[in-house]
T-cell receptor
Framework: DGGITQSPKYLFRKEGQNVTLSCEQN?????MYWYRQDPGQGLRLIYYSQIVNDFQKGDIAEGYSVSREKKESFPLTVTSAQKNPTAFYLCASTGRDSYNEQFFGPGTRLTVL | DAKTTQPPSMDCAEGRAANLPCNHSTISGNEYVYWYRQIHSQGPQYIIHGLKNNETNEMASLIITEDRKSSTLILPHATLRDTAVYYC??????????????FGAGTRLAVHP
């Protein structure tokens, strides 16, 4: 089945540690996105990538980094510089024929202790 | 991007139609209206989109007013599984390009027996 995989579903880290969230898609989509969601809030864009080896900052990129070495993969690193990293993180992708319909992964809930 | 306004919450009886309104009075001529929904702790799911004509698919109908300043998402026979947060988003579509979707707080729809 085609889709987007995010792992793990739940992640716990100690304060001050960097952590990398995985996002893989087998939909052959060019564009991929990372969002953050806080309780009771909508999604906010962290980073997005329209093509391999290229990515742009979204609205809340500070304290995060990404890479796009392969079309299928768009990992997100939450660094120690991110002041409030505890949140629900969602990865999405979209293809050329999808009229901006974004397909979302199941999300990773990160808790920093 | 045009701003959208949605009621924070709505109720609907199971089996009845759920009509979710959205105001987008500053929408431009090339901007589409998208609807997504998010069931608790899952990734958002695409429902439908439209430009100026009414649209219908297997999930819902989208009614856009003639002046395009508002729209209504209709779930014709709501079920308990339709309980979710529904997001109305306005975004321009550019052929061959990818654009970010701006998610607001949405409408929390509760379907009750």
């Amino acid at each position: 089945d085609g889709g987007i995989t995010q792992s793990p579903k739940y992640l716990f880290r100690k304060e001050g540690q960097n952590v990398t969230l995985s996002c893989e898609q087998n939909l052959n989509h060019d564009a991929m996105y990372w969002y953050r969601q806080d309780p009771g809030q909508g999604l906010r864009l962290i980073y997005y990538s329209q093509i391999v080896n290229d990515f742009q900052k979204g609205d809340i990129a500070e304290g995060y980094s990404v890479s796009r070495e392969k079309k299928e993969s768009f990992p997100l690193t939450v660094t120690s510089a991110q002041k409030n990293p505890t949140a629900f993180y969602l990865c999405a992708s979209t293809g050329r024929d999808s009229y901006n319909e974004q397909f979302f992964g199941p999300g990773t809930r990160l808790t920093v202790l | 991007d045009a701003k959208t306004t949605q009621p924070p919450s709505m109720d609907c009886a199971e089996g009845r139609a759920a009509n979710l309104p959205c105001n987008h009075s500053t929408i431009s001529g090339n901007e589409y209206v998208y609807w997504y929904r998010q069931i608790h702790s899952q990734g958002p799911q695409y429902i439908i989109h439209g430009l100026k004509n009414n649209e219908t698919n297997e999930m819902a109908s989208l009614i856009i007013t003639e002046d395009r300043k508002s729209s209504t998402l209709i779930l014709p026979h709501a079920t308990l599984r339709d309980t979710a947060v529904y997001y109305c988003i306005v975004r321009a579509f550019f052929s061959g390009g990818y654009n970010k979707l701006i998610f607001g707080a949405g409408t929390r729809l509760a379907v009750h027996p």
